[in-house]
Structure formats: C-alpha cells, structure tokens
C-alpha cells in the first residue's frame, strides 16, 4: 500500500502561492481558513528560501494524540483525516500540531472556534466519495477519482511533490545527485559566505 | 588489656574514617569529573567554532536547525490561526506533559485523596458535638456569604465534571458512550465549561473579597494544624478564630493556585481572539489542567469536612445557624468575640436570632 506523503523542494519554489490558490478553489476553503501556505525564511536576505506547508499526514500524529474525542482517524494510504460530525472546536490540535496545519471558522462571539479545518491531501472526510454533503465540509476527494493533490498537482517549478513516499522520495534522490547540494559557481562562496546563509 | 582494647578501637574507628572519606571522594569524583566537558567547552568556545567550521560542516545543516527550532518567517496567508512558524515544537512538549503526567498521575491524585478521606471517615466517623446541646444557635454564615458559597459551590461542580469529561472522557467515556455519543456530550461540555468558566470567577472573588479578613494567619493556627485540629482524637481541641488553619490553608490555596493558576489561565485559552499566541495557550492549557485535578482532589477533602466529616457544619452553611456548642468546640475564639459584641451587627443578630428561636434558653 502507498504511503502518501508531500514534499517541498526548497531550492524550486518560488514562492508564487499558486498551491494556496489551488487548494483553496479545489475545496471551496472559507476565507481566513488556509489549510495550505507558503513561508519565506530569511524574506530579502541572501539565503532566501520559500517552503509550501500544510498538513504534513504524520505517521504518530500529535493531533490524533491530544484530540478529546477521538476525531482523527489514518487512511490505509497514511492520510490523516478527521470527522467533523465529532470534532468539538477545542482547539487542542492546533496546539500540538508542529505545522499549524489546523484551522478554524470563528463564527461566534469571543473567539468561538468553530469544527477544525485542515488539508485532507484531496481525499475528502468520512462521508461517502464525492458526494455533496462530503464536498461541502471537507472539499474536494481528488484521490477517491485516482489524482493527486491540487496544489502539487498545479505547482508550476514542480517544487511541491505529492504521492507515493517511495515515488517522491526517487525523483527528490535524482534531484539531489543531479544539482549537488550547494551552488558550484565560482565565488559563490565569497558572494555569499556560509557563515550568513 | 586496656589500652589493648582502646588501640582497637581507634584503629576501627581510623578505619570508618578513611572508609568514609575514600567513599565520599570517590562519589564526588564521579559526580563533578564528567562535568569538566562543560569547563572545557566554555574556556575553548571560539576555538571549537571554528575547528568545527574548518571540518566543512554544511551551513545548510545550520539553516535547517534554526527552522527546526521555530524559527520565524514570512508568510502572505492570513486568518486568525495562520502562522509564519514553519515547525513549532511547543507542541511536542504540550502532548507530552498532557498524555503523560497529567493523565497518569491526575487521576490517582484524586483516587488517592478519595481513599485516603474513606479511610478516615471508616476509622474516626463523623466529630460530633461533645457537650449536650442547651439549644441556643448562633450565626455562622450570613446570608450573604451562604449564597456566594453555594453560587460558586454549584459551578464548581458543573466545571469540574465537564472539566473531567473533556480530559479523561476519550478514556473513560467513549468506552461507554460510544465516539457519536461521547462527542455529543463533549460538544455540550466544552460550552458549558466555557460559559460558566468566567462566571465561576466572579464568584471566586467575590469570596476573597468576603472572606480574606478572616483568613489572616494567627500564631494559634500552628497549634491547629499540629493537633490537627483535633480530629484525630475526641476531646482534643485546637483554637480557631472564624476559619482553622485547615480553612485558612484551603482559602490561600483557591486565593493563589485557584484564581491565578487556573481561573486566570482558563480564560486564556478560553478567549483565543486576543492575538495570545500558541506556546502561551499550550502552558495555560497545562497549568489550567493539572491544578484543576489538584483542586478537584483537595476539594473532596472539604466536601467531606463541610458533610460527613463534622456534625453540623453542614448546617452552618445551609441554614446559616449552628449550636453555641458547635462553635465553642470548633470554633472558640470566634465564640469569644461575638459574645464580646466584638463583630458588632454580626453578634446582635446572632443573639437576636438566638432568643427569636429558643426564648426560654437564650434569657438565662
């Protein structure tokens, strides 16, 4: 069985957000909810390196762990998802997720999180394949039709890889032997000394 | 013969000596020699620095740790749980302190003060009131004070078990309830715990503010807690002005631990839209869940005091009135003042009510 996994290639983004823009038309995401997003580190400074995140699907995943209810539950291809018919908006997941992967509507007073919202790696919730009920509460079931994620199926540099861990981890490998780790331009490392970036 | 004997016995006693002397080096040693790394890499930092930089170590390696340690960045997203954190590890530690401690050692902290209240009560029973009752009552809660207690009383049972239902239930409750059904119920719980949160806190201060004064530590409670307040043996009786140093104890704790460490921290995570960020819900979670289940634990023990444990006091509480003998036993000093008249309104109406209830006793 395939184990699904994501992964951003650092030195191919771009940060052009057209996987944030993917996602959110692939599964209608509420605005303020963003279950995929991409960070810039260093913004401006030599070193600049943009990374897409979202869900990360994790094998022992810290949410799963500290859910009051029990919600979450890990697809055979090792898709975390969760049932919002029995998520309480606790918040809890949010703060044991290393990603901040977990979102939540505020539609009340005070603050009041509403169900979580999270990426589903396109493969929709509990409800039956691609019927209206599972589209309206937790987006698109990409994989239930065969496909592959929106957002690394519209990453334009390729950077955002989606799949099967054994297939992304390959073409990642390829990658690497092909570029080498660092820039080999002469006087690179003068441009730009190692210590900074 | 004698000084035979005496030359043995400063040779055994040279012996344990160096025996003790060897075995505290020898402990010493061990303790304190592994720590000269340390020594070691605070007098040669800069060196090692740049040794370690010499031996080519990937600078990539130096940027990825940052971003694995929480290292900020840049992000355009934007909504309220949006964070330009790549990886966050408060997390870890949250899970881990919420999955271990709390929820092992939590729920025997209360079995535990449970037990230990079943023990007591089956070996001592209830403290009755010695001396035979003339009949005469006394004021012991006001009106006032009784509602603010049982105000405080009922939504500290509501908050503790929803309190308990969201902590434990996915353990003790979905085997029962079902996941469907258990959600239901922790839907309801989570509201209801968050409403009466806020609520249960006025009442809280409300009571320091009512009762602060009378929970001044005096040189007498030392004795109280010494003899422990006399419950361990009949006819034994510590002093005690309106509230014994147990009360007293009891009072500082919801004063401090109850209104800072988990009122406060409550309405942290209680009110996620004042930009408060992640690490500081995490510990206000934490500190909000383990203190709870200490105060849930200690306040069996005055549950108990205030019902089964002590004769009367129950009525103390309910009805507001106890016998004078009630009090002279558990609460003399407080009875020294009110028949001084030193508590003003407070002892009139408690002699007015006296002969309004038992004309005939309350005159002589």
């Known amino acids: ?197 | 013969m004698s000084r035979d004997r005496s030359g043995t016995a400063t040779r055994a006693k040279r012996h344990k000596r160096i025996m003790l002397w060897s075995l505290l080096v020898m402990v010493l040693g061990t303790m304190l020699l592994p720590l000269t790394g340390y020594l070691y890499v605070s007098i040669v930092p800069a060196q090692a620095a740049q040794g370690s930089h010499n031996q080519g170590v990937n600078p990539h390696a130096n940027y990825w740790r940052a971003v694995r340690e929480g290292d900020k960045g840049y992000t355009s997203a934007s909504g309220p749980y949006t964070t330009d954190t790549l990886i966050q590890n408060g997390g870890e530690n949250y899970r881990n302190f919420r999955n271990g401690p709390i929820s092992s050692i939590g729920p025997w902290v209360m079995a535990v003060a449970l037990l230990a209240i079943a023990l007591f009560y089956l070996i001592k029973g209830t403290t009755r009131v010695e001396e035979p009752r003339s009949g005469r009552m006394l004021e012991r809660w006001s009106g006032g004070e009784r509602l603010i207690h049982w105000y405080t009383a009922i939504l500290f049972i509501i908050l503790e078990i929803t309190g308990l239902s969201l902590l434990f239930g996915r353990a003790v409750l979905i085997p029962l309830l079902g996941i469907q059904g258990f959600a239901a119920w922790a839907e309801f719980a989570k509201v209801i715990h968050n409403w009466s949160g806020p609520l249960f806190m006025v009442g809280i201060i409300l009571e320091i503010v009512a009762w602060a004064r009378y929970n001044t530590f005096k040189s007498y409670d030392w004795d109280w807690l010494k003899k422990f307040g006399g419950m361990l043996k009949r006819g034994v009786h510590a002093h005690a002005g309106r509230t014994n140093a147990g009360e007293k104890i009891w009072f500082w704790f919801i004063a401090t631990f109850g209104l800072i460490g988990v009122c406060i921290t409550g309405l942290i995570f209680d009110f996620p839209n004042f930009g408060q960020s992640r690490e500081t819900m995490q510990w206000a979670a934490l500190i909000h869940s383990s203190l709870g289940v200490l105060w849930i634990a200690i306040s069996f023990g005055h549950i108990y005091l205030g019902t089964l444990g002590v004769e009367e006091a129950w009525q103390g509480m309910t009805k507001g009135e106890v016998s004078e003998e009630w009090m002279r036993q558990h609460h003399d000093l407080w009875l020294e003042e009110i028949k001084k008249g030193g508590t003003g309104q407070t002892a009139d109406k408690a002699a007015r009510d006296a002969s309004k209830r038992s004309p005939g006793t309350a005159s002589s």
């Not at chain 1, 957000?17 to 995401?29: L, Y």
């Not at chain 1, 309480?88 to 997720?97: L, N, Q, T």
């Not at chain 1, 505020?106 to 009920?133: I, W």
Request: aromatic share 8%.
């Open chain 1, 1 to 197: 069985m395939a184990r699904m996994k994501f992964l951003c290639d650092a030195e191919r983004c771009i940060e052009c957000n057209g996987c944030v823009t993917a996602c959110k038309n692939a599964n209608e995401v509420p605005w303020g909810v963003n279950r995929r997003r991409v960070i810039t580190l260093k913004d401006g400074e030599p070193g600049e390196k943009s990374i897409s995140v979202a869900c990360m699907h994790c094998t022992d995943a810290p949410c799963a762990a500290v859910c009051p209810v029990d919600c979450f539950y890990t697809t055979p291809d090792g898709i975390v998802l969760h049932d919002k018919d029995l998520c309480i908006g606790c918040g809890y997941c949010f703060y044991a997720c290393p990603f901040g992967a977990p979102q939540y509507p505020q539609k009340e007073a005070f603050g009041v999180r509403g169900k979580m919202d999270k990426c589903t790696f396109c493969a929709g919730g509990p409800l039956p394949d691609n019927s209206a009920e599972e589209y309206k509460k937790y987006g698109s079931n990409r994989i239930a039709e065969g496909k592959l994620p929106a957002c690394a199926e519209m990453c334009a540099t390729k950077a955002l890889l989606a799949g099967d861990g054994d297939m992304v981890a390959d073409i990642y490998r390829k990658r690497i032997t092909k570029r080498g780790g660092r820039p080999k331009t002469w006087g690179w490392e003068t441009a730009y000394p190692p210590s900074r970036s």
